[in-house]
């Protein structure tokens, strides 16, 4: 499958508006859709277009929103950035453990660093921050700054 | 029978990294292994959103001690793309060729540290004497043993000679002749067949569901690979086979890291033999414009991935990483389950976790003066000996003898 192929049929399963699905270049496709959406177009894009590798999850703080890229690939190298936004006052999104178990992790290093409150993941192990690490700092998030100590400011200064 | 729960790491005597491993044993058997990470986390992805993107070449690059490279070319693969740079070919060529010497040395390290956690500390030494050779030439070619800091946004820093890469040529030879020698160890060597068939079992629908990567993935008959795949650098330009077995064990990843060498020899020969002319880099800007892009490299380990997003500013809006331990470790509570207690160290090792390793001092600054001294091996050898005796311990006397005994 080619990667205008795959545009064409995203296009046309989910009537996503033209701009929203992307041909960087080759080999490289981003798409982005409505957090209701999500499960019917990343299950889609699994089972129909094959994107059977998952590589990571991204997440970003996009001001108001916090987005999450998921990067599906598919056997023969074709990467598609899947992204979803959502509200930063509650930064909910689905787990994914159902379709890659391996994603326990990615989806736990977007809730330490940047608060995503992932549904649906059972308890387990925090990553990657310690478990002392104080509740509502999350250090990916564009207005949180370290506290520095007074030698370290010292040292600056 | 009574269940235990014992903890190794964060802080192990035998554990060279700071991780947390609970094992739940039942006897010497295996109930449940659960690993808790974290531990050596550096803030290095927060650290790049306030560096220039000069600067992230080289931060990138200390993300790991032993497959530095991987992450400073994942990195500006990704800058060179939102940049639209078109990167010279020799450039390509020269990061392609410290790529397969970075996986050469990666993959001799790792059959060493496999030999030693099985009790064969004579291969230890073996190879690990024979990777020298290999470290000599990339810090010939780079200046450095490790963080080679060959990489810069647009290219590579440091040009290729002829009698560098007669240099280069040679060495592959020596060390090819060593790697047919270990695969004929790892093929015949009845002790070594024993220890490590059948040892953690990683079946080949396991291996896709849990994401594993690299040659654990390869030696589970997952036949993936990031260079043919999905090229980058020099690798289109490349022939080469990727390495897969159906042992679905610990043998089968030892196979799959020795067929990967012989094909790196082979790799850095075509490298040499058709390294085109040119020059080695173009001129980036400082400012990179609004963009993003995903950039994925077959580190010795597997599948290293980089997302770079950029706001036109000099310095990155967000930089993600996703290194293939990350993706590995997931699969050895599963190699584990139902295993008996001895095996966990080769277990875990065969994945190739990252484990850091140590410059060398070689150049040294002395107060007051303005150029920088070489070291040679003999003044090392002296300092080393000074060191000692300002402590009160004197070699002379040993000395004397391995000299005589050198003779």
Same mark, same amino acid.
């Given at each position: ?157 | ?87 010279? @070919?020799?450039?390509?060529? &020269?990061?392609? +060729? ?6 050469? !040395?990666?993959?001799?390290?790792? #059959? /060493? ?74 093929? @015949?060597?009845?002790?070594? &067949?024993?220890? +490590? ?6 079946? !080949?629908?396991?291996?896709?569901? #849990? /994401? ?74 400082? @400012? ?120």
């Amino acid at each position: 499958m080619t990667e205008e192929n795959i545009k064409d049929a995203l296009i046309k399963k989910f009537s996503l508006p033209e701009g929203k699905v992307r041909i960087q270049r080759k080999r490289r496709m981003s798409a982005e859709v409505d957090r209701l959406k999500f499960k019917d177009v990343f299950e889609y894009a699994i089972t129909e277009l094959k994107f059977v590798i998952l590589c990571t999850i991204t997440g970003l703080d996009e001001g108001s929103n916090l987005s999450f890229i998921y990067h599906l690939s598919t056997e023969d190298g074709i990467v598609l950035n899947l992204k979803i936004s959502v509200p930063k006052e509650n930064p909910a999104i689905k787990t994914i453990i159902g379709y890659f178990p391996a994603a326990d992790i990615y989806e736990r290093e977007v809730m330490d660093l940047l608060g995503a409150k992932v549904e649906g993941l059972p308890p387990g192990n925090r990553y990657p921050l310690m478990d002392e690490w104080p509740k509502d700092a999350y250090p990916l998030r564009k207005d949180w700054k370290q506290n520095k100590t007074k030698e370290q400011e010292a040292k600056n200064a | 029978m009574h269940k235990v729960i014992i903890p190794v790491g964060p802080q192990h005597p035998a554990l060279k990294e700071p991780e947390n491993f609970m094992i739940t044993l039942s006897g010497e058997k295996i109930l449940k292994f659960s690993a808790r990470l974290g531990y050596n986390h550096r803030g290095i992805e927060k650290a790049c959103e306030e560096r220039t993107y000069i600067q992230d070449v080289y931060l990138t690059e200390r993300i790991c001690g032993i497959c530095s490279h991987s992450h400073s070319t994942c990195f500006v693969q990704a800058v060179e793309e939102i940049a639209a740079l078109e990167v010279p @070919k020799r450039a390509l060529y &020269i990061r392609t +060729l410290v790529a397969e010497l970075e996986r050469v !040395h990666s993959h001799l390290l790792w #059959l /060493g540290v496999a030999g030693h956690e099985v009790g064969f500390d004579t291969l230890l030494m073996y190879t690990w004497r024979d990777r020298e050779v290999v470290m000599d030439i990339l810090a010939m070619l780079t200046g450095n043993r490790v963080n080679y800091g060959i990489n810069t946004i647009g290219g590579v820093r440091r040009d290729i000679t002829p009698e560098q890469s007669k240099e280069v040529a040679k060495a592959t030879n020596t060390l090819e002749e060593r790697t047919k020698y270990y695969i004929q160890i790892a093929t @015949k060597e009845t002790t070594l &067949i024993k220890r +490590l068939s059948g040892v953690g079992v990683l079946s !080949h629908d396991d291996a896709i569901r #849990l /994401g594993a990567v690299g040659p654990t993935a390869r030696a589970s008959s997952v036949d993936r690979d990031v260079r043919r795949d999905d090229p980058y650098a020099a690798y289109g330009e490349l022939k080469f086979k990727v390495i897969t077995d159906n042992h679905n064990d610990v043998y089968g990843r030892t196979l799959v890291r020795m067929g990967e060498l012989m094909e790196s020899y082979s790799m850095i020969r075509q490298l040499l033999k058709n390294m085109p002319e040119g020059p080695i880099a173009v001129k980036a800007p400082r @400012k990179i414009p609004a963009g993003e892009a995903v950039s994925r490299y077959e580190a010795p380990r597997g599948e290293d991935v980089h997302y770079v997003k950029s706001n036109g500013s000099e310095k990155p809006e967000r930089v993600k990483v996703r290194a293939p331990t990350l993706a590995n470790i997931q699969t050895v509570a599963k190699m584990l389950e139902d295993r008996q207690l001895a095996d966990l160290p080769i277990v875990i090792a065969a994945i190739d976790p990252c484990f850091s390793c140590t410059d060398r001092l070689t150049v040294i600054k002395e107060a007051g003066v303005r150029k920088n001294k070489v070291m040679s091996w003999e003044d090392l050898h002296d300092y080393s000996i000074g060191w000692y005796r300002e402590r009160g311990i004197d070699f002379a006397g040993l000395n004397k003898k391995l000299t005589r005994m050198l003779k």
